[in-house]
């Protein structure tokens, strides 16, 4: 099941991609791949990121492709339990179509599973109950610093511990609010620093919500542009997890 979907790229405005990913390239090479369905959701991780974003939108309007091009952003707390820089009024001066976010870290320094646990679930369920938000990005991805103060077995551990009761919440609130779990290519299935079982953990993390009826979606998380495309990798993912294509989540274009 290739839709050739991918709602989880950067550009080079806000530096968090790097300068490959003019608009007039990523669409170039998403033709060139045949993709269908793009979304552009860079960083705003504090309200002086926002203004960029008109620049985005300029590009998005003004470039010539008959790929749908959604025009997003990435949002992440300001700190743990604090709130996003984000609310109504720049949702519509902005006119985002595809608003994604989640935790980006996991807050503490505990080697305590069900501590580090624990604040990412509340995290997850803030995202997934938010109704600006369309998807939550990247659950249980964590940055390189935070991966090598645990042992690798300690990660995959977390996962394959999660209790159902957190499986099936998150799931239930996934489908109840039209707000999807992302699998990302490149912060989880091309990180080099997550081991291969950690990734078969995370495999099996995403199966049981499915069974859940949770809702999914896929990105590639690109910061450069040869990583446009990575996206495939999940949409086959979710194809050998017997996703029904009534769990797999699309935007609605603007009226």
């Given at each position: ?23 007039e ?35 998005i ?14 949002l ?44 990412q679930q ?22 390189k ?10 990660w ?26 992302e ?29 859940e ?34 769990q ?8």
């Amino acid at each position: 099941m290739r839709l050739g979907t991918d709602y989880h790229i950067h550009t080079f405005y806000q530096r968090c991609g790097n300068g490959t990913l003019t608009l007039e390239n990523i669409i170039r090479r998403a033709e060139g791949l045949r993709m269908t369905s793009l979304a552009i959701t860079d960083h705003i991780n504090n309200f002086e990121h926002i203004a960029n974003h008109k620049l985005i939108k300029q590009d998005i309007e003004a470039v010539e492709t008959d790929l749908e091009v959604f025009f997003g952003c990435e949002l992440n707390f300001m700190s743990c339990d604090g709130p996003w820089p984000y609310n109504e009024q720049i949702h519509q001066e902005y006119g985002f179509e595809v608003v994604i976010g989640g935790i980006h870290s996991t807050y503490t320094d505990s080697q305590d599973i069900v501590e580090v646990r624990d604040i990412q679930q509340r995290h997850h369920m803030r995202t997934l109950n938010d109704p600006l938000l369309n998807v939550l990005v990247h659950p249980y991805w964590f940055g390189k610093a935070e991966w090598e103060a645990r042992p690798a077995e300690w990660w995959v551990e977390l996962l394959e511990t999660m209790p159902d009761d957190y499986v099936r919440e998150m799931a239930q609130a996934s489908a109840a609010n039209d707000c999807a779990i992302e699998v990302n290519a490149c912060a989880i299935f091309y990180n080099k620093n997550y081991p291969a079982e950690f990734q078969s953990a995370y495999i099996r993390y995403l199966g049981r919500l499915r069974d859940e009826g949770a809702l999914f979606t896929v990105g590639s998380d690109a910061h450069d542009i040869k990583q446009i495309g990575t996206s495939e990798y999940c949409e086959g993912i979710l194809d050998g997890l017997g996703v029904p294509a009534e769990q797999i989540w699309r935007p609605r274009a603007s009226a």
